[in-house]
């Protein structure tokens, strides 16, 4: 959520920098909202004054034994008056705060200004891509069949719950069960990262907290509850709500969490993209790195995270390039973002499979999560970042079409090898 005091200090600003992402800023309707908050607010102390001079007026006059009965009903009407002044001011309130909650946050200065995908920047690229070949994924992985199952069935999957749903069977689920444990070691044991174990359920608060809601409600999975619950889209959502209304000492900071779940999305206003195998999934898995530090260390923290993630990619020998979003392009929650992308020899091209974002301090004003620098003695929010470390689904498609050998087989990266216990991974 943007600062409310920057807001109403110097909306131009805000105006422009939200322009740099696309949105039209309604400063007629954010300037009517301040307007009646403001009158209603001077309205409702002024009658919260009258009220607090006619009780002691009416505490003298008892005392000297006179009338109240005049004072009484001054009072009954001024309280009347202030209940109703309270109620619209707190639904002028509420106005606002919706208002804000649907803002995306501020891009920070060094982000390249741009409209779209088009305008991002490559920072860099690692290792040699494969020469493009038509062996993708699905037709590698119908090699290794289990029984009556493909190594990745998508037709089990949409007899089960619907299209866009997939079964991963004998050693393609091995496989993919090894790179989770393979990066949540490399990330626990090389990188400093706790491993937290989150529920995969979380109320609408959590949402709202890291931004999915409002603005996103139709790409996330609600449950037909009493209460209302819904599925994570991302493990950032549970691992990040960890510091709600939190004040963290100094010495607690930087957190570094790092998670595997599933993860399950609606993909609204996604149809007919990247329908063929696991590259968009209603349902898939990751894993999310959370950083909490302190202010002034969220850049440095942003380089640090993405480092983090290319050294999986890296590990595992495949191609793959950092770009950095443009301002037009950048997710909801964040501030500055590093996209990784790996190469597909079987489509050609680089496809995002991890995005690392610096969210500055939007995600904690949602929390109310602060920190107290030892110098200071007012509290301030914490900076948030998250990443993935990286998704799954991707990564196994990337594995599977980088190192496929001609016989069919999948050489395995040195890396891996202790997690899966061959070399080769013979279909």
């Known amino acids: ?45 002024d009658l919260q004054s009258r009220r607090n001079q006619g009780a002691k007026k009416i505490g003298q006059a008892k005392a000297k034994s006179e009338d109240i009965a005049p004072l009484m009903q001054e009072m009954t009407d001024v309280n009347t008056q202030l209940q109703s002044r309270e109620q619209e001011l707190e639904s002028v309130q509420t106005d606002i705060q919706n208002f804000v909650l649907a803002l995306p946050n501020i891009p920070d200065a060094s982000v390249p200004k741009g ?88 109320h609408g608060d959590a949402l709202v907290g890291t931004g999915q809601l409002p603005k996103f409600a139709e790409d996330l999975f609600k449950l037909e509850h009493d209460k209302p ?81 290319e050294r999986i990619l890296e590990a595992l020998e495949l191609p793959y390039r950092r770009i950095v979003l443009c301002t037009g392009d950048m997710g909801f929650s964040a501030t500055k973002t590093y996209d ?27 929390l109310s999560a602060r920190t107290r620098l030892p110098s200071q003695k007012a509290t301030q929010y914490v900076h948030t970042l998250n990443g993935s470390g990286l998704a799954l689904g991707r990564t196994l498609v990337a ?4 190192h496929v050998q001609d016989n069919g087989a999948i050489a395995i990266p040195k890396a891996l090898q202790p997690y899966i216990d061959c070399e080769v991974l013979e279909p």
């Open 1 to 45: 959520m943007l600062d409310l005091k920057e807001l109403r200090r110097d909306v131009e600003a805000v105006r422009q920098a939200l322009a740099l992402r696309g949105m039209q800023f309604d400063v007629n309707l954010w300037q009517t909202l301040e307007a009646r908050r403001k009158v209603l607010q001077i309205e409702s102390e």
């Open 115 to 202: 409209r779209s995908e088009d305008d991002n920047v490559e920072i860099k690229k690692w290792g040699t891509p494969r020469e493009p070949h038509n062996l993708d994924h699905l037709a590698i992985a119908e090699r290794f069949k289990s029984g009556r199952l493909n190594g990745i069935d998508p037709e089990h999957g949409a007899m089960i719950t619907g299209a866009r749903f997939t079964v991963l069977s004998g050693k393609v689920a091995h496989l993919q069960r090894a790179l989770s444990q393979f990066m949540l070691d490399m990330h626990t044991t090389k990188h400093g990262y706790t491993e937290v174990n989150v529920p995969f359920i979380v």
């Open 229 to 309: 619950w819904y599925l994570i889209p991302t493990a950032e959502v549970p691992v990040t709500n960890l510091i709600r209304n939190a004040l963290l000492e100094p010495a607690e900071l930087p957190l570094k969490w790092v998670a595997h779940t599933p993860c399950f999305r609606s993909e609204a206003g996604a149809h007919g993209k990247d329908t063929r195998g696991l590259i968009r999934q209603h349902q898939f898995e990751k894993v999310e790195l959370v950083h909490v530090v302190q202010p002034d260390q969220g850049l440095i923290a942003l380089e640090e995270l993405v480092q983090h993630a």
């Open 340 to 366: 990784l992308e790996v190469w597909l020899p079987a489509q050609g091209c680089y496809r995002e499979i991890s995005s690392c974002s610096h969210c500055g301090d939007f995600q904690a004003r949602r």
């Open 399 to 402: 594995l599977l079409e980088n």
